[in-house]
T-cell receptor, first 113, second 110 residues
Framework: DGGITQSPKYLFRKEGQNVTLSCEQN?????MYWYRQDPGQGLRLIYY???????QKGDIAEGYSVSREKKESFPLTVTSAQKNPTAFYLC????????????FGSGTQLSVL | GENVEQHPSTLSVQEGDSAVIKCTYS??????FPWYKQELGKRPQLIID?????GEKKDQRIAVTLNKTAKHFSLHITETQPEDSAVYFC?????????FGTGTRLTVIP
């Protein structure tokens, strides 16, 4: 799947539930990113990680959490504090910290039941 | 922080005509400007990029121009084909991250 894999493709969340979106890359890229895509709003940065065991908040980090325990993996947890989680979530990676030439995963559509 | 504005939000052209999408940015320190294409239901893919030390770059039917003074850059697609139909996003670097425009839905009418 182009070296960066997201799962699941579709995910449903119940009220008060935390859900975790998976993102794995085998490109040996240092940096990984999570974006949220809403209709008419482009891509907004949630969190990013430029190196293992380190990550920073993006523009819309509230209600989300991440971890970067391995270079290949950057899971995103959508917590119950995120009141409007319905969106298309895209994970991306880049070779270095410059965030140039992003490679995107195929995305996860999260919906609230 | 960086603010990227993109116009138009939708664009329809006849097959064979040209299409132009324009973006402006706010941070004069931005130095990298990529364009991504997202076909329906698929992931965004980088189609062309330009750095601030270059005014224009071409790749077959696609070109990007950059005006640093005015802080705007544009995507030009010539001889459009139905497979060019997609959503196009511009972006600009700021604080080591990319800031995206809101996207342009291009429809090429056969």
């Amino acid at each position: 799947d182009g070296g960066i894999t997201q799962s699941p493709k579709y995910l449903f969340r119940k009220e008060g539930q935390n859900v975790t979106l998976s993102c794995e890359q085998n490109l040996n890229h240092d940096a990984m990113y999570w974006y949220r895509q809403d209709p008419g709003q482009g891509l907004r940065l949630i969190y990013y990680s430029q190196i293992v065991n380190d990550f920073q908040k993006g523009d819309i980090a509230e209600g989300y959490s991440v971890s970067r325990e391995k270079k290949e993996s950057f899971p995103l947890t959508v917590t119950s504090a995120q009141k409007n989680p319905t969106a298309f979530y895209l994970c991306a990676s880049s070779m270095d910290r410059s965030s140039e030439k992003l490679f995107f995963g195929s995305g996860t559509q999260l919906s609230v039941l | 922080g960086e603010n990227v504005e993109q116009h138009p939000s939708t664009l329809s052209v006849q097959e064979g005509d040209s299409a132009v999408i324009k973006c402006t940015y706010s941070d004069s320190a931005s130095n990298y400007f990529p364009w991504y294409k997202q076909e329906l239901g698929k992931r965004p893919q980088l189609i062309i990029d330009i750095r601030s030390n270059v005014g224009e770059k071409k790749d077959q039917r696609i070109a990007v121009t950059l005006n640093k003074t005015a802080k705007h850059f544009s995507l030009h697609i010539t001889e459009t084909q139905p497979e060019d139909s997609a959503v196009y996003f511009c972006a600009a670097t700021g604080a080591n991250n990319l800031f995206f425009g809101t996207g342009t839905r291009l429809t090429v009418i056969p």
